[in-house]
């Protein structure tokens, strides 16, 4: 029925997660939202340093750019797949970003991450795995070099959009992406897209078309290009925080790992609010229950049913009653 925002908890985010999530702005922006690509432009590195204009000390005028970028890309999103929420149509343009890149080879993720097209294989094959923002974005620039062959985007347009991803520190290039990893993703997408490649990419910048008849020696071609213009960026396209850690995971605190939170289980205030009544005894958990990180003891009072019901939701509580 309804949806709450609270564009505050970005500031919470590690910086490397910012960029990850910068990443789908660049996608919907570049073939469906002009203005917003050249706002993500124009303030690129203060939205990575300030948590999206949410970090105390933002300037106004960058805290403003971030709320509208927010909201355009979340209304581009609705309007692009409110009509196709059970994807019967295939030429999807947030699909850009989305072709050449998500089963690389070893890493076991949720289901989710498979719906995914070229990135699909630059995610999982790297050892440690890209994370998706940093996958989506070699193929993203992957995609525009080959635009940019084909003539649908301008020289100059390709610059504006290979320098979104430097001034950000997302990936555009990684040594597994080769023409092997190529063919074989191509192969893949083709078995998810009815036989045909339906490759989102921006033609003119802030819009999108799809290609069909892009043959494998053409696509080979604008990955030898690519990579060769690549030699002439910073890490020659490797990207910042590209990889996956235990920040993916949540397994962190205060942007430590997890061996540094291993702190007594009776302090670490870990909530059971799915705990049945009749598994405790006095106000008590029973004996054995587990929080995730080992057996708690009976008597821990911090783990009871009411406690979890308090701190469940928000002011005034899962069961409708105020909070003290």
């Known amino acids: 029925m309804m949806t709450f925002l609270d564009f505050t908890f970005l500031k919470t985010l590690p910086e490397g997660q910012v960029r990850n999530g910068f990443a789908e702005l660049i996608k919907i922006s570049t073939c469906a939202h002009l203005e917003t690509f050249e706002l993500l432009e124009k303030y690129a590195k203060q939205i ?10 933002t300037p106004k005028e960058v805290a403003e750019a971030c709320d509208k970028i927010c909201r355009n890309g979340i209304h ?13 149509g295939l030429d999807r343009v947030i699909a850009y970003g989305h072709t050449y890149v998500s089963e690389w080879r070893g ?12 990135s699909p294989l630059h995610e999982l094959m790297p050892d440690p795995p890209l994370r998706h923002g940093h996958a989506i974005s070699i193929d993203m620039a992957y995609s525009a070099t080959l635009a940019n062959i084909r003539g649908l985007v301008s020289d100059a347009d390709h610059k504006r959009i290979l320098g979104i991803f430097e001034a950000t520190g997302l990936s555009m290039d990684h040594p597994s992406f080769d023409e092997d990893a190529l063919e074989k993703a191509t192969q893949a997408i ?14 003119p910048l802030g819009s999108c078309v799809f290609l069909n008849d892009v043959t494998h ?16 960026y910073p890490r020659q396209g490797m990207g910042i925080d590209a990889f996956v850690d235990a920040s993916d995971t949540g397994y962190t605190k205060n942007n430590q790992g997890p061996e540094a939170n291993q702190t007594h289980r009776k302090s670490n205030k870990v909530i059971n609010d799915d705990v049945k009544k009749d598994q405790q005894s006095n106000g008590h958990l029973a004996k054995g229950l587990s929080n995730g990180a080992g057996s708690i003891e009976q008597g821990d009072n911090d783990h009871t049913v009411d406690n979890a019901t308090k701190h469940a ?12």
């Open 107 to 118: 890493f076991q993720v949720p289901m989710l991450m498979f719906i995914f097209r070229w």
């Open 76 to 88: 581009e999103m609705l309007k692009l797949e409110t009509p196709n929420l059970h994807e019967i």
């Open 190 to 203: 083709l078995k998810t897209r009815d036989g045909k490649l339906r490759a989102a990419v921006p033609s």
């Open 313 to 324: 939701a928000g002011p005034e509580g899962v069961d409708g009653a105020q909070r003290k």
């Open 48 to 57: 990575i340093t300030s948590g999206f204009g949410r970090k105390d000390g």
């Open 217 to 232: 020696e053409q696509m080979c071609e604008a990955l030898r290009k690519h990579k060769e213009i690549m030699k002439s």
